[in-house]
Antibody, heavy 115, light 110 residues
Framework: EVQLVESGGGLVQPGGSLRLSCAAS????????MNWVRQAPGKGLEWVSY????????YYADSVKGRFTISRDNAKNSLYLQMNSLRAEDTGVYYC????????WGQGALVTVSS | QSVLTQPPSASGTPGQSVTISCSGT????????VNWYQQVPGTAPKLLIS???QRPSGVPDRFSGSKSGTSASLAISGLHSADEADYYC???????????FGGGTKLTVL
């Protein structure tokens, strides 16, 4: 059974940093592209970043480009999102999701950017 | 503003059928397959339909998907009260180099 478990969310001040992690199990992690997708309170789903299975191809949404960095450690079956220069509009639940167009989703990690 | 366009709301009575539309562009739905998700508030999205019309194991056959050109549809037959949720479409976008989502449709079972 595919499992994706996010961690690292929390309350951070504007301009601060946070690192999200996603622990994957139940599939050959290195073979699959992964995404981070977020959802602001009461809003819809917004794609944040994509990384290929081999780590060679990375894409970002314009809203986070230059501030967020996606990475993965295939030896640890883990996906990461380093978030810097956080803004209030980055507040929301962050999901890691398997596949280019997501199929399996984690339970989400809440990130709150507020002073 | 979402890249894919969905109606904000839909409704039906128990037993009825409802269809939710999803409109995209040549670089999204026009070139790639569509997924549909169901999300109950406070929980993660759940895959309902993949590759336009494929149901994952465990998804009832009351749910079906179709695609034509730059649009797609999700049909739900025999509505249950448990079907009340938000529904999202998604597709890869070749111009944006990422998946794009519809704004979501809130389904109410009256």
């Amino acid at each position: 059974e595919v499992q994706l478990v996010e961690s690292g969310g929390g309350l951070v001040q504007p301009g601060g940093s946070l690192r999200l992690s996603c622990a994957a199990s139940g599939f050959i992690f290195s073979s699959y592209e992964m995404n981070w997708v977020r959802q602001a309170p009461g809003k819809g789903l917004e794609w944040v970043s994509y990384i290929s299975g081999s780590d060679n191809t990375i894409y970002y949404a314009d809203s986070v480009k230059g501030r967020f960095t996606i990475s993965r450690d295939n030896a640890k079956n883990s996906l990461y999102l380093q978030m810097n220069s956080l803004r209030a509009e980055d507040t929301g639940v962050y999901y890691c999701a398997k596949y280019g167009v997501p199929e399996q989703w984690g339970q989400g990690a809440l990130v709150t950017v507020s002073s | 503003q979402s890249v894919l366009t969905q109606p904000p709301s839909a409704s039906g009575t128990p037993g009825q059928s409802v269809t939710i539309s999803c409109s995209g562009t040549s670089s999204s739905i026009g070139s790639n397959s569509v997924n549909w998700y169901q999300q109950v508030p406070g929980t993660a999205p759940k895959l309902l339909i993949s590759i336009n019309n494929q149901r994952p194991s465990g998804v009832p056959d009351r749910f079906s998907g179709s695609k034509s050109g730059t649009s797609a549809s999700l049909a739900i037959s025999g509505l249950h009260s448990a079907d009340e949720a938000d529904y999202y479409c998604a597709a890869w976008d070749d111009s944006l180099n990422g998946p794009v989502f519809g704004g979501g449709t809130k389904l109410t079972v009256l």
